[in-house]
């Protein structure tokens, strides 16, 4: 080999390690590579840490992809990339990001909300750690599996029901908190004694959920939501509860026999309900919003279930409301979901996520009560069904549910005259 060229090949290569890892002195060290393998990461918010894993993987060209870990969901950042002295790891669909450094350590840095001012929260992690909450070893840990009545009690003094899906083996526990307009998604943790611990991070949102297991079998415990979200739960056992019917939390004001709406797509154009396009179709509207880990769940599901039944006279339409209410930033959000999730049907910029400007964009609905919503207009043109929130793969049973549900009342639909 030509001493030269592999002296030249050698630099190349040191160089560009550096200026994908340089940390900018100090007592970080900037050779140091990315390990690949699983990480454990954690989010410092309001005193207290929000935990998370993450698998690093090798790509092409010296790169790596991020993979976040909750449970049995994996969610793939693949874009990391230097940015200034930092690493840059965008949240796949979201526009949220981390920028850290590396040290002989792992990494530290912050997370942020890039559309959000001031989002920023500190951020660490460590390599080859498959830790979720760093607990004392315990032979006879209490029992939380099975299925919670809970009521969760915001700032205000404000209530709102939920029900609690938990599995658990040992010390380590997972599942999922359920209301009536979503689920907090894949929930995973451990139980320590009396304890029990759960957290989740999905690019957009960081959830803590402790609690304590009272003499009487009851548990109290904290929800802490990101940067500055708070509530207290209680929870008591009953495989009985129930929550609110979906399809009864949101449906069209007197006065009112028809839906329609009028709003631009991707390409400048106004699209309404009312378009020939249509008309003698059965239409799925499906009010959505970029930033929503549930709306990711709901078109995950669509974007599929669309390619294999747009032939059977279907049509979806996307309402999309976002946190910005600005058609280019909409449109640079949606373009990415539909390319990161393969979602072909026809999405629409409605306007601002806020629930009462989202409403006035509605007049015929009573509210806009959670995103997402699914509405259900049949080939006459009229509302048969209008579903609120959604209850993702991370609910099990209650996911196949809905699956089932919606499938037979599409069939009906397709079937009438």
Same mark, same amino acid.
Request: with cysteine.
């Given at each position: 080999?030509?001493?030269?060229?592999?002296?030249?090949?050698?630099? *190349?290569?040191?160089?560009?390690?550096?200026?994908?890892?340089?940390?900018?002195?100090?007592?970080?060290?900037?050779?140091?590579?990315?390990? *690949?393998?699983?990480?454990?990461?954690?989010?410092?918010?309001? =005193?207290?840490?929000?935990?998370?894993?993450?698998?690093?993987?090798?790509?092409?060209?010296?790169?790596?992809?991020?993979?976040?870990?909750?449970?049995? %969901?994996?969610?793939?950042?693949?874009?990391?990339?230097?940015?200034?002295?930092?690493?840059?790891?965008?949240?796949?669909?979201?526009?949220?990001?981390?920028?850290?450094?590396?040290?002989?350590? =792992?990494?530290?840095?912050?997370?942020?909300?890039?559309?959000?001012?001031?989002?920023?929260?500190?951020?660490?992690?460590?390599?080859?750690?498959?830790?979720?909450?760093?607990?004392?070893?315990?032979?006879?840990?209490?029992?939380?599996?099975?299925?919670?009545?809970?009521?969760?009690?915001?700032?205000?003094? &404000?209530?709102?029901?939920?029900l609690g899906i938990f599995e658990q083996n040992g010390q380590e526990i997972s599942g999922t908190v359920m209301t009536n307009t979503g689920d907090y998604r894949y929930l995973v943790g451990n139980v320590s004694g009396k304890s029990l611990y759960l957290s989740t991070f999905d690019g957009e949102h960081a959830y803590l959920f402790k609690a304590? &297991?009272?003499?009487?079998?009851?548990? &109290?415990?904290?929800?802490?939501?990101?940067?500055?979200?708070?509530?207290?739960?209680?929870?008591?056992?009953?495989?009985?509860?129930?929550?609110?019917?979906?399809?009864?939390?949101?449906?069209?004001?007197?006065?009112?026999?028809?839906?329609?709406?009028?709003?631009?797509?991707?390409?400048?154009?106004?699209?309404?309900?009312?378009?020939?396009?249509?008309?003698?179709?059965?239409?799925?509207?499906?009010?959505?919003?970029?930033?929503?880990?549930?709306?990711?769940?709901?078109?995950?599901?669509?974007?599929?279930?669309?390619?294999?039944?747009?032939?059977?006279?279907? %049509?979806?339409?996307?309402?999309?409301?976002?946190?910005?209410?600005?058609?280019?930033?909409?449109?640079?959000?949606?373009?990415?979901?539909?390319?990161?999730?393969?979602? &072909?049907?026809?999405?629409?910029?409605?306007?601002?996520?806020?629930?009462?400007?989202?409403?006035?964009?509605?007049?015929?609905?009573?509210?806009?009560?959670?995103?997402?919503?699914?509405?259900?207009?049949?080939?006459?043109?009229?509302?048969?069904?209008?579903?609120?929130?959604?209850?993702?793969?991370?609910?099990?049973?209650?996911?196949?549910?809905?699956?089932?549900?919606?499938?037979?009342?599409?069939?009906?639909?397709?079937?009438?005259?």
């Amino acid at each position: 080999m030509n001493t030269q060229k592999s002296f030249s090949a050698i630099f *190349t290569l040191l160089l560009s390690s550096l200026l994908l890892f340089s940390c900018g002195g100090g007592t970080e060290n900037t050779n140091q590579t990315l390990s *690949t393998g699983t990480w454990r990461a954690v989010i410092q918010t309001q =005193g207290v840490e929000v935990p998370f894993n993450f698998e690093v993987s090798p790509v092409e060209n010296g790169k790596y992809a991020i993979t976040l870990i909750n449970g049995e %969901e994996r969610l793939l950042a693949d874009e990391v990339a230097p940015k200034g002295d930092s690493l840059y790891i965008q949240m796949h669909i979201f526009d949220a990001s981390i920028r850290a450094k590396i040290t002989s350590e =792992g990494l530290t840095g912050t997370w942020s909300k890039d559309y959000v001012e001031d989002y920023i929260l500190p951020f660490s992690a460590t390599p080859n750690n498959e830790t979720r909450f760093e607990v004392a070893a315990e032979t006879s840990p209490e029992d939380f599996s099975g299925e919670w009545a809970i009521t969760i009690t915001k700032d205000d003094g &404000k209530s709102y029901p939920a029900l609690g899906i938990f599995e658990q083996n040992g010390q380590e526990i997972s599942g999922t908190v359920m209301t009536n307009t979503g689920d907090y998604r894949y929930l995973v943790g451990n139980v320590s004694g009396k304890s029990l611990y759960l957290s989740t991070f999905d690019g957009e949102h960081a959830y803590l959920f402790k609690a304590t &297991k009272n003499d009487d079998e009851t548990l &109290k415990g904290e929800f802490f939501l990101g940067k500055t979200g708070y509530r207290t739960w209680e929870a008591k056992r009953d495989s009985t509860f129930s929550l609110s019917d979906s399809y009864t939390l949101t449906y069209l004001k007197e006065g009112y026999d028809k839906f329609d709406f009028t709003f631009k797509n991707m390409t400048g154009e106004d699209v309404s309900l009312s378009d020939p396009k249509y008309q003698g179709k059965v239409v799925l509207v499906q009010i959505f919003g970029t930033w929503c880990p549930n709306c990711m769940d709901e078109t995950k599901y669509l974007a599929k279930w669309y390619e294999e039944n747009k032939d059977r006279g279907v %049509e979806i339409i996307a309402l999309s409301f976002e946190q910005k209410n600005d058609y280019d930033y909409a449109k640079s959000r949606i373009s990415r979901i539909q390319e990161r999730i393969g979602a &072909k049907y026809e999405f629409l910029f409605a306007g601002s996520s806020d629930n009462e400007e989202a409403a006035k964009s509605l007049p015929m609905l009573n509210a806009v009560v959670s995103f997402p919503t699914l509405i259900y207009v049949d080939k006459k043109g009229e509302v048969a069904k209008i579903h609120t929130g959604f209850s993702g793969p991370g609910t099990g049973s209650y996911y196949d549910k809905w699956v089932k549900e919606h499938n037979e009342l599409v069939d009906g639909l397709l079937g009438q005259e």
